[in-house]
């Protein structure tokens, strides 16, 4: 088996998944030279990057914000030739709606600099891509490690942020690891380049899904709307069987998250293991119209932002076009209560809540809590590529962002798959 592995001829590989690590992890392996098929068991590609469109317009429903960070993603939209465009502004408001100043008193009064010294001492590699590399030294409950460091004025920079973007509350267990590598990927620690011509975060225009339809139409193989319905590893290849024709391949990549993948897996008592414990935060989002909010940018509602007592309500909302009511509300909580609770939170603004066009639950960012990652859950994961000529790609790895996921996916592929050299005889079946 091991042989074959080493050598530079072409692989066959399953990528189960067409989100943003599966399909980054197929287009680098056909650009290697593998040849690659990608099933996924939605209609279509992009995973939580959706877009919908509601009276001509693009909602995003996921994924689409990217800052000077994203230079894989910036990367991949220049090759493919899609359009960007600026995002809207951001905003804090109170829960009655009046306007809260943002403290970025972290830049300033010395929390950054103790932060770096912080960051080159004991996690220097935080901005690589993955996790794993970091783990062990942010695996404190946030909470703890700011207090531990005196860093709590990061907190008020970047905890409002953070929490409405789906990773939960500060005042929760949630380690350290995570806050971290949200506000180095906000790119307002260091100083970065210019992306694409923006100063600012930026967007795909008409939708972020239209960058992984693009992916998706260069890849020779991807098949939507399929169900995988058992997978076995054997010494000489991988079987994927599915609700249509079966998938026999030399390497299977899960560009899902793996407890979701287990019940069809074969796996192994270490898989098993990892996928119990694996966590995620129920995140939901509600395109709605509303009436009589304020307009024209993303808001982040501190009340709700500030302690996960307030879990439920709405976190925040995006205002993307002028003239339109439609707005992308985000919340945390039980799916019954959303909207319930969504239309008391626009009252309590001032406004009314007249129109759910959908809603969409989130298993959003797979993680691991503390005690896990000090006992090094992340490093036990990737000791686990390769084996049983299985990959994992993902959030549970990379991050929750995009950005992050891509990275990490091309990473996975540059690693493990060499390039194929050109003369070089087939090993595939
Ligand atoms: C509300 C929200 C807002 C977000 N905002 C941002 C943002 O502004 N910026 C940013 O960078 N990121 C954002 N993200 C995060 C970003 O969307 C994710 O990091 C990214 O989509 C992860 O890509 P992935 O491919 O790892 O996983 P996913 O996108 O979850 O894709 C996994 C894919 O696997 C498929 N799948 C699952 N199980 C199976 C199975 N058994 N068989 C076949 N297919 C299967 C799923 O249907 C899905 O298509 C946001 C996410 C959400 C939900």
Not at 185 to 196: A, I, V
Not at 295 to 324: K, M, N, P, Q
Request: proline share 4%; glycine share 10%; aromatic share 8%.
């Amino acid at each position: 088996m091991q042989e074959l592995r080493d050598t530079a001829g072409p692989r066959t590989v399953a990528v189960v998944g067409a989100g943003p690590s599966g399909l980054a992890v197929a287009r680098a392996l056909e650009r290697a030279g593998h040849r690659v098929t990608v099933l996924e068991e939605r209609d279509t590609v992009a995973g939580k990057c959706q877009s919908v469109h509601v009276d001509g317009r693009a909602y995003d429903l996921g994924g689409h914000i990217c800052t000077n960070r994203y230079e894989r993603v910036a990367r991949l939209l220049t090759e493919l030739d899609v359009e960007t465009e600026r995002t809207s502004r951001y905003r804090v408001l109170d829960g009655a709606g009046g306007a809260v100043r943002q403290s970025m008193a972290f830049l300033r009064d010395g929390g950054l600099q103790r932060y770096r010294a912080l960051r080159e001492r004991e996690f220097p590699r935080i901005g690589e891509p993955g996790l794993a590399h970091s783990a062990r030294a942010l695996a404190a409950p946030v909470a703890d490690w700011l207090a531990e460091h005196g860093l709590q004025s990061m907190a008020d920079s970047f905890g409002t942020g953070y929490t409405a973007a789906g990773y939960g509350h500060l005042d929760d267990d949630i380690p350290a690891l995570y806050f971290v590598k949200y506000a180095e990927m906000t790119g307002l620690l260091d100083p970065g380049p210019e992306l694409l011509g923006h100063s600012g975060d930026f967007t795909v225009a008409g939708g972020f899904a239209t960058l992984w339809r693009r992916v998706a139409e260069e890849l020779k193989d991807v098949r939507c709307g399929v169900r995988v319905t058992s997978v076995e590893r054997r010494e000489d290849g991988v079987r994927v069987r599915t609700d249509s024709d079966p998938l026999d391949a030399d390497d299977l990549v899960l560009a899902v998250a793996p407890d979701r993948i287990l019940p069809v897996l074969d796996a192994t008592d270490e898989e098993r293991d990892l996928a119990a414990r694996i966590r995620s935060n129920a995140y939901h989002t509600t395109l709605a119209a509303a009436s009589g909010l304020p307009e024209d940018a993303f808001y982040f509602l501190a009340a709700h932002t500030a302690s996960r007592e307030r879990a439920g309500h709405c976190v925040s909302y995006h205002h993307r076009y002028e003239g339109s009511e439609v707005r992308t509300f985000y919340s945390y909580g039980r799916p019954e209560e959303v909207t319930a609770l969504l239309r008391e939170d626009i009252e309590a603004l001032g406004g009314r809540l007249t129109e759910v066009h959908l809603q969409r639950a989130w298993a959003f960012m797979p993680h691991f809590g503390s005690a896990d990652l000090a006992e090094g859950a992340l490093d036990r994961l990737d000791a686990l590529q390769g084996h049983h000529r299985t990959y994992y790609a993902g959030g549970l790895h990379a991050f929750e962002l995009v950005e992050c996921a891509v990275a990490h996916a091309q990473d996975l592929v540059r690693r493990h798959f060499p390039p194929v050299r050109i003369g070089e005889p087939s090993t595939g079946p």
